[in-house]
């Protein structure tokens, strides 16, 4: 398969986005709602880009399709965790497993580094979510604990790990 291309989403994804994080396959590994509304994802996308908003959602598409998303999303209001985006990614079942959510997690990264000044991504993950967790550990996620019972998925209360990943080389001022 051809290397995807990542871009800046933009609110006319928001039935790509409806469909990708609602795929019965994609939806389990995930905290979004069932029925994702096309319209609230009209909503959120657009929301992301207004003026003072530091929210940066990627889509990985191949072929014209989107085929990935991937978020920095802010994680308080407060100042003191300005330093601190959560970070959240998906992939559609049929290129799972072809380096879209490798390339997307590249991309992320560059921006949380070298553009954005993001000194900790921390992420929730399900803890029977194998694969996920594995990509995470691959671009340097480290598991900080357990939070039981965390979530409800598919009639069962069910784990998730907190992970997270500090800055590898935070960037300095000159001296
Ligand atoms: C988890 C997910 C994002 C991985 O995306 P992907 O595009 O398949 O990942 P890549 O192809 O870039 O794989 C990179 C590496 O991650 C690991 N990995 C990914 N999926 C894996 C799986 N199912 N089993 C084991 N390892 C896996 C492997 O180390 C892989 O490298 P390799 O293929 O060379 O062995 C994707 O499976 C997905 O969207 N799942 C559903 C939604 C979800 O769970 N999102 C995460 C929420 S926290």
Redesign the pocket.
């Known amino acids: 398969m051809s290397p995807p291309v990542i871009r800046r989403a933009r609110a006319s994804d928001a039935e790509a986005f409806a469909a990708l994080l609602g795929d019965p396959q ?1 939806l389990p ?2 905290l979004q709602l069932p029925y994702p509304s096309i319209e609230a994802w009209r909503v959120r996308l657009a929301d992301n880009d207004a003026p003072g908003r530091s929210d940066l959602v990627l889509v990985a598409e191949r072929d014209g399709q989107v085929v ?1 998303s991937a978020g920095l999303h802010p994680v308080g209001a407060t100042q003191r965790r300005r330093h601190a985006m959560s970070l ?4 559609a079942p049929a ?8 390339t997307l997690m590249h991309a992320l990264l560059d921006a949380a580094d070298n553009w954005l000044g993001v000194l900790r991504i921390e ?1 929730t ?1 399900f803890g029977d ?4 967790i ?2 995470y550990r ?1 671009f340097g996620f480290e598991v900080e604990g357990t939070h039981r019972a965390y979530a409800l998925r598919a009639g069962s209360y069910v784990d998730v790990l907190a992970m997270a990943r500090l800055h590898p080389r935070p960037p300095q001022l000159p001296s």
Request: hydrophobic fraction near 40%; charged fraction near 10%.
């Open positions: 994609v590994g995930l990935g959240g990614l998906s992939v290129h799972q497993r072809t380096g879209v959510g490798s992420l993950v979510n194998d694969g996920a594995a990509l691959k």
